[in-house]
């Protein structure tokens, strides 16, 4: 008798983490984990340390303490133009990873149906697998960083809930524009499916494109669930602060079940990131135009070493076709850049449809980098070709 659940019998330990324990070994840098290493926000570091030096110690609430829900609330309203009560709505998160399997739990059943969208954040994927929810495949066009609305024609049957979209995406750095979300309310609506809306890259846009978050569109806000989180904009990846919007009696048993699997957010980081929501307008520009730089850099150090990339239109990743240099797939290639120029991606295959052959000539590398280690990376990656 096995001792290992069903629920875990195909999961494995993901390729970026994989990929960022060999990037330590050889001593190389690592442009595969989002771990987004930059200076955290003073602010954010200032709340947290007057926070422990207070002995903020105690669990909070286990929607999370209401002066950050209030906060956020206001945030949602202010940037995003949406209005959700912090009392009955909301919900403090053990990252946006925690508010996703949170809404997962609420709303779905063991052998439900979702749509997922590939090239997809893994731990989506997963989290679906160990909740007993089956996936099924639709799919953006990276070439137009569009969706592609045919990738749709026949996934929805009678055990179909919901759809899964990340804007802007990790890993493809797609940015949904209000036509392809205004198409997806259309199918939801029909359906009567449930959106997870993934948005934790909210702030980080190029080319004059705007974030418009899924549940603006009409007749979208009672089925969907915005997911957001502070890891990306304060440079704060293992704070683990992220944040769940959703109609009242949706949010009403993803809290229990936040409290079932977390307790709560951790008290003097979630006093941190209520500081930090202080910071001016200019912060998060600032570093919408320090990542666009990033972009520019390393897409434009990806052509020169024979790399194909798909320049983003949002977030701080970039995938990229390695065909012109010769290696047989997405493995192979990952451990030659590394082999050769001591710099980690994550192989292609680990954001499509397992067992698929969609991502097997891509990398998708990360640029969430301080200046002179993003140079560096970029000079490696021009000497390759």
């Not at 915005?226 to 009242?248: C, D, E, N, V």
Request: net charge neutral; hydrophobic share 40%.
């Amino acid at each position: 008798m096995t001792r290992i659940a069903d629920r875990m019998q195909h999961l494995v330990q993901s390729d970026i983490r994989r990929l960022t324990i060999e990037c330590d070994k050889v001593g190389g840098i690592n442009l595969g984990q989002g771990i987004c290493d930059l200076p955290t926000h003073p602010l954010v570091k200032q709340g947290a340390i007057e926070a422990i030096e207070s002995g903020k110690a105690i669990y909070t609430h286990a929607r999370g303490l209401i002066g950050l829900r209030r906060k956020i609330s206001q945030k949602l309203n202010q940037f995003n133009g949406l209005q959700y009560d912090p009392d009955t709505e909301m919900c403090v998160t053990v990252g946006s990873s925690g508010a996703f399997a949170c809404s997962v739990l609420a709303t779905l059943n063991p052998g439900d149906e979702v749509i997922l969208v590939e090239p997809f954040y893994g731990y989506h994927l997963n989290t679906l697998i160990m909740a007993g929810i089956t996936p099924r495949f639709a799919r953006i066009d990276l070439n137009s960083m569009t969706l592609d609305r045919s990738s749709f024609d026949g996934l929805v049957n009678e055990r179909t809930r919901g759809v899964i979209i990340c804007t802007p995406s990790n890993p493809a750095g797609v940015v949904y524009s209000r036509d392809d979300l205004e198409w997806l309310a259309a199918l939801a609506e029909k359906h009567d499916l449930l959106v997870y809306s993934d948005e934790i890259y909210e702030y980080i846009t190029y080319d004059g494109l705007k974030h418009v978050s899924a549940a603006t569109v009409p007749g979208m806000r009672e089925r969907t669930m915005t997911l957001g989180g502070y890891s990306k904009t304060f440079s704060i990846t293992g704070w683990r602060i992220g944040y769940l919007a959703a109609p009242a009696d949706i949010m009403e048993k993803a809290a229990v079940a936040s409290d079932l699997l977390y307790i709560c957010a951790p008290h003097p980081l979630q006093l941190g990131v209520l500081k930090g929501l202080d910071a001016p307008a200019s912060y998060y520009e600032d570093m919408r135009k320090d990542y666009e730089t990033g972009r520019e850099m390393i897409c434009e150090a990806l052509e020169a070493g024979g790399f194909r990339p798909y320049w983003p239109k949002g977030s701080y990743y970039v995938m990229a076709d390695f065909s012109a240099l010769g290696w047989n797939d997405d493995q192979e290639a990952s451990r030659e850049l590394l082999k050769r120029a001591k710099v980690a991606a994550i192989p292609g295959g680990a954001f499509f449809e397992p067992g698929s052959r969609r991502g097997s000539k891509l990398l998708r590398f990360c640029y969430a980098k301080e200046l002179p280690i993003l140079e560096e990376a970029c000079k490696r990656l021009r000497a390759l070709k």
